[in-house]
Nanobody, 125 residues
Framework: QVHLVESGGGLVQAGGSLRLSCAASGRADGRSAMGWFRQAPGKEREFVATLSPFDGTQYAESVKGRFTISRDGANDRLYLQMNNLKPEDTAVYYC???????????????????WGQGTQVTVSS
């Protein structure tokens, strides 16, 4: 079992920046792909970014050029640097990890076996 805990959310003005962090513990496999998803009020959870040690990164079109996903394998942490934030980025952000053989990046929510509890990001205009 893999346990994920997000942190770093908060309230920021449009144009500002936040850095989300996700700490992984338990049977975390450094080879597994990980990702960030978000869910705004009244909307379905959507893909934001994913990272795999085998085939790199992928971003949603809406965040390309503004968000950067990275990973510290030594400390089992995943990060999401968010710059030039917009009010439409307001959502609960979730960290996710693929299962034992999920080595490659994916933007499909059902490919992820483990989820954190989420951290709220609110961007004011």
């Amino acid at each position: 079992q893999v346990h994920l805990v997000e942190s770093g959310g908060g309230l920021v003005q449009a144009g500002g920046s936040l850095r989300l962090s996700c700490a992984a513990s338990g049977r975390a496999d450094g080879r597994s792909a990980m990702g960030w998803f978000r869910q705004a009020p009244g909307k379905e959870r959507e893909f934001v970014a994913t990272l795999s040690p085998f085939d790199g990164t992928q971003y949603a079109e809406s965040v390309k050029g503004r968000f950067t996903i990275s990973r510290d394998g030594a400390n089992d942490r995943l990060y999401l640097q968010m710059n030039n934030l917009k009010p439409e980025d307001t959502a609960v952000y979730y960290c996710a990890a693929r299962g034992p053989v999920g080595f490659y990046k994916s933007d499909w929510i059902n490919d992820y076996a483990y989820w954190g509890q989420g951290t709220q990001v609110t961007v004011s205009s």
